[in-house]
């Protein structure tokens, strides 16, 4: 989500910097799919919206935690890159993902799955103990704002993305390269 301290058109993006998260996120390559001209700034994420507060930035694409709470800053949402990617290819945005080397082999790939989808289902099945854990981590959240955060991010969904989820994950690396933001053309292989 892309988030300003005015109101501004999508279009205006490319004509001011923008404090990103990072040039390796999800985020950062849907924005720049959306608009390959964006002239972009790294920022640690829990400064992005203190920065645009501070007049360092006009605007700031924001994760985790700051999709809930930048308009209790006062800030205005530009862009919903989520919405804007599911009008323009019917997918869901993939927010990331585990990778894992090829060369480990299929012995480990399959070990490492299960210990991580293991790790998610616990979490999943023990929520109200999970999320006690993770209040320690919150940043400004209530337990309510944050069991609604955790849910964006750890649900089905992540336990097995689905044939579109998986379809999603390459058409958005495939357009990342084909933009000319991916160096190397993607080869997506998923381990179940």
Known sequence: MVVS?????????????IAVPGMLTTAYL?????DPAV???????????????????EAGLIIHEGQLTYSTSGLFRVIDL????????????P????????????EVHAIVSKAIR????????????ALEYAMQFARDLDSGLASHFVSMYVN???LDYGEDGREAIRKLLEMGYERGIIPV????EFVD
């Open 5 to 17: 301290s005015r109101k501004l058109a999508a279009e205006d993006l490319s004509k001011i910097r």
């Open 30 to 34: 849907a924005l720049r799919i959306f």
């Open 39 to 57: 002239e972009t700034v790294t920022v640690a994420f829990d400064r992005i919206i203190p920065e645009i507060l501070a007049g360092n930035f």
């Open 82 to 93: 989520g919405i804007w990617w599911r009008e323009t290819t019917g997918l869901v945005l």
């Open 95 to 106: 927010l990331g993902g585990n990778a894992i080397r090829r060369s480990l082999g299929r």
């Open 118 to 129: 293991d790790s998610i289902r616990h979490g999943l099945e023990h929520r109200e103990q």
């Open 156 to 158: 089905e969904r992540t």
């Open 185 to 188: 053309a993607p080869q997506v």
